[in-house]
């Protein structure tokens, strides 16, 4: 094992206390002003790597990283996985014209600036995590997370406030549980679709180093193969993955959002919500959301609105 010091450009609008603040869901992990995150890296996903970031000027990030010597390019793997994860990427630019003309949308970035939510680093724990929020809050999606990751996963070497942080499982490690060792993770009657999503990708012999560089429709009508996996399910898996590709996602809480916040109507039908984002945003869609469902009950009394659901980014 050697550490490394990784250098990030940050786009200077965008808060890294926000990242330290919101959506850390397992394994992402807090310690004070830090990150820390184990990332599987390697063939078949059989290695692992720990970074810990920081800000570290107004415009940088700095990652010290742990990982193991005997993969050739495990700096470059970690360096492209957080570029992805923390959206350091995306196109700023077009979010700042779009706010401009929208007083909604402008409400939301002056609010947080033009931070943005964590993906996940790979389609098994984005689909884990998917799974997890099926008819829940944030706060039991953390804790199932870092629940199957103890139970299924294993230790990163890193700590934090004395406790172990752990890997993600791959497919095959969880596959192997029982039922009963699954609800043992508090995830209740998903317990199933975890075991169903597990068997299939171990079964297909599923590795991020093999799907990452595939094309996100592709990956979409493979996830739908997967037993209790419906539309929604995959598109969202794959937009939380690879940052785009799937439809903008549409459940109660953005029909709440969209419908009070631009349609004068607190009940919309899906099928409206879905056509009026599309119509609107196109391919921004999913990267508007992010912002509108984010704090959405603090922001909005800036424009004199109210709306129906309360935001779990801090849980």
């Known amino acids: 094992m050697s550490s490394h010091d990784l250098v990030l450009d940050l786009d200077t609008h ?22 820390v995150r184990p990332l ?9 790597a720990v970074a810990r970031i920081r800000q570290s000027a107004p415009n940088q990030l700095t990652a010290r ?22 959206q350091l990427d995306y196109p700023y630019e077009q979010i700042v014209a779009l706010a401009s003309g929208d007083p909604v949308l402008q409400a939301a970035v002056n609010h947080r600036g033009l931070g943005r939510g964590k993906l996940y680093p790979d389609v098994f724990e984005a689909l884990c995590g998917v799974v997890c929020a099926k008819r ?17 996963g294993e230790p990163s070497g890193e700590t934090v406030a004395g406790e172990p942080v752990y890997v993600f499982p791959t497919p095959p490690m969880m596959a192997r549980a029982t039922d009963e060792e699954l609800r043992a993770c508090k995830v209740g009657f998903r317990a199933k679709d975890l ?50 590709g799937g439809t903008a996602h549409v459940d109660t809480y953005v029909i ?9 109507n607190p009940t919309p039908t899906p099928e409206e919500v879905a056509t009026f984002i599309d119509q609107r945003w196109g391919q921004l869609g999913e990267h508007v959301l992010d912002f509108l469902t984010t704090d959405t009950e603090q922001w909005v009394s800036t424009i004199g609105k109210t709306v129906g659901v309360r935001s779990g980014a801090r849980s």
């Open 14 to 35: 965008v808060d890294f206390t926000y990242a330290l603040e919101t959506y850390l869901i397992y394994p992402w992990v807090r310690d004070g002003d830090e990150l």
């Open 40 to 48: 599987r890296i390697g063939p078949k996903d059989a290695h692992h």
């Open 65 to 86: 990283v742990t990982v193991d010597d005997a993969i050739p390019d495990e700096v470059d793997q970690v360096r492209a996985a957080l570029v992805r994860c923390l």
């Open 136 to 152: 829940t809050n944030f706060n039991r999606i953390y804790a199932m997370m870092g629940n199957l990751a103890a139970a299924f």
């Open 195 to 244: 075991a169903n999503v597990a068997g299939y990708l171990t079964e297909v012999g599923y590795t991020w180093a093999d799907w990452r560089s595939r094309p996100p429709a592709e990956v979409i009508t493979d996830l739908l193969g997967i037993k209790g996996v419906g539309p929604y399910t995959a598109n969202l898996t794959t937009n939380l993955v690879y940052g785009s």
């Open 256 to 264: 709440d959002v969209i419908g009070r916040l631009y349609l004068d």
